[in-house]
């Protein structure tokens, strides 16, 4: 006999790096998540939570090949000719498929970032590590970017 009352999937990644490339990875695969029947939430943390700030979410690195900053501008190019979105579609994407953004109150006093400098309209949730744990805790995928 079937639970009618069986919660969804879920996938909870918390987002630790604030590197481009990262950033791609955890909205990529959130998105597809969701886009699959279950619920995602995205846990912002540490340099991650830098990418919240207003006007940051493509401020940040790549993980490698730097190169002065030409790294970054090639990769994107080869993902504009690969029709890949961009990170602020794909967070726009996230968030209209009803996905969750929680961004990490600790990290906010330890990094010296206030409300006031985060991007508002696209965190659901301020929280620190038992919001995290609640969000784990229900969730079949679990991932550190």
Sequence with gaps: MGD???KPDKSTIIVHS???DKIYSALIVSNGALSMG????LFFTFWGLQRLQKGGLEKGPLSKMHFLGLGKWMI???????NVA???RLLN????LGGKVIACEMTMEIMGIDK???NQDIIDEYG???TYVNEARDSKITLFI
Excluded: T, Y
């Design 4 to 6: 009618d009352n069986k």
């Design 18 to 20: 604030g590197d481009i």
């Design 38 to 41: 279950m619920e995602a939430s």
């Design 76 to 82: 994107k190019g080869r993902m504009k000719k690969a």
């Design 86 to 88: 961009s990170l602020e």
């Design 93 to 96: 994407d996230f968030r209209e």
């Design 116 to 118: 006031k400098d985060l």
């Design 128 to 130: 620190a590590v038992g």
